[in-house]
Structure formats: C-alpha cells, structure tokens
C-alpha cells in the first residue's frame, strides 16, 4: 500500500498568508522527511527537509513539523506568495534503505493575488 | 552545467516494442535512481544503483532492466512495452546516504 499520503489533494491561499501541507506515513522505520516542490513539467525540487532526531525545522518562510507518534508531518508556508504556486509532494525515507524515498501523491497549492 | 540529464524527452512507440531511457548526472553523485510516475501522479522508485551497483530493486515487472556503465550514469530499458508502461520516467541522483535527491526533466512515455 501508499506508505505515504497526502489527504488534501488541493489547497488555496490568499497572498500573505500562511499555507499548512499535510502528510501522513504508515513506516515505523523512516526517520528522513522531506518536501519537494514541482512545478508544472519541471522535476521535484528539494525545499526543505528534516530528521527524525528533531521535531521542528525552520528555513526563511518554511518550516516542517514532524510529529512522530501520530506518524504525520507538515510544511508550513508562511507570507505565501504567488510564485509559491506548485504541487508540493512529501517524501519519507528509512536509513539502510538505500535511500529509498517513497513520496505522497502531491498537493497543489494555489496563492491567489 | 551540473545537473542530471535525460534524453529523449518524450517518447511514443507501439505495443511490444523495445525503448531505453538514458540519464546522466554530473553532480558528483554515487547513487542514482529510476522513478515511475503513472497516470495518478504518484512517485514510485523502481530501482537505485551505488557506484553501478543495485541497491533497491521494487517489485516491477521483468521486462524493465537497468544499466549502469559507471557511477554517473543509469539507464533503463523496456523490453515489450505494455500500454500500463505509459507514464512519466524520472532519474534522480544523490551521495549515498545522503539526504537530498535531485532529480532530471524526467522522460514520458506513450504506448499505443
């Protein structure tokens, strides 16, 4: 089965204000998260990722949150712009897995002017 | 330029026929990976190769094989194409056991 899941297909923001994208694991074992970005026929993009050591991690706008024992995980976008308009997908590995990523179905976020 | 590299871009063949996928990356890299992304959007990993090695091989079916001639490259092969094969091919690429994937254009497949 899908060992990662993103339960909102779709998302829209006004400009300016905060995006939350949510992700789902079943994998006791992953301990590496990760979002990407893609935009239209572009390949994924790292944004910003985290370990399981922590459970918070802030880059400029972004930030992931990680909840381990409810096995979920989010990016938090914040002042969202226009050109944050993409489908972001989550992304969960497990070390000793050959790094091996098994990713969410994505979520497309729309920030309208 | 440093990145990873895929050709051909897009790709239309028949039933049964023979394709083969080529990625490069001049990242750096020693591993490198085959991703399938189907008609639902969902990201698969298909295999990943360590300085030419397989690392990961998921359940796919036979008719797909990988070829690594050195750690900067990995190709993929089709053998027979089924229609179910149409989808979109993505090449990635990272330092093993590193975090960050980066990945190539991706190359997208019709079978009629």
């Known amino acids: 089965g899908q060992q990662v899941k993103q339960s909102s297909p779709s998302l829209t923001v006004q400009e300016g204000g905060i995006s939350i994208l949510n992700c789902d694991y079943e994998?006791?074992?992953?301990?590496?998260f990760a979002w990407y970005k893609k935009y239209p026929d572009n390949s994924p993009t790292l944004l910003i990722s985290?370990?399981?050591?922590?459970d918070k991690r802030e880059d400029g706008r972004l930030t992931v949150f990680l909840n381990k024992s409810g096995k979920h995980f989010s990016l938090h976008i914040t002042a969202s712009q226009p050109e944050d308009t993409a489908v972001y997908l989550c992304?969960?590995?497990?070390?000793?897995?050959?790094?091996?990523?098994?990713f969410g179905k994505g979520a497309k976020l729309t920030v309208s002017p | 330029e440093t990145a990873v590299f895929q050709t051909p871009n897009y790709h239309v063949t028949q039933v049964g026929n023979e394709v083969s996928f080529n990625c490069k990356q001049t990242?750096?890299?020693?591993?490198m990976y085959w991703y399938k992304q189907d008609s639902k959007k969902l990201l698969k990993i298909m295999f990943s190769?360590?300085?030419?090695?397989?690392?990961v091989n998921e359940t796919v079916p036979r008719r797909f094989s990988p070829q690594s001639s050195d750690k900067a490259h990995l190709n993929l092969r089709i053998k027979s194409v089924e229609p179910e094969d149409s989808a979109v091919y993505l090449c990635?690429?990272?330092?093993?056991?590193?975090?960050?994937?980066?990945f190539g254009p991706g190359t997208r497949l019709l079978v009629l």
């Open positions: 990242l750096g890299h020693d591993t």
């Open positions: 990635a690429s990272s330092y093993w056991g590193g975090d960050t994937q980066y």
């Open positions: 994998n006791d074992m992953f301990d590496y």
């Open positions: 992304a969960a590995g497990a070390q000793g897995t050959g790094s091996k990523l098994s």
């Open positions: 985290v370990r399981s050591n922590v």
């Open positions: 190769y360590n300085n030419k090695q397989l690392i």
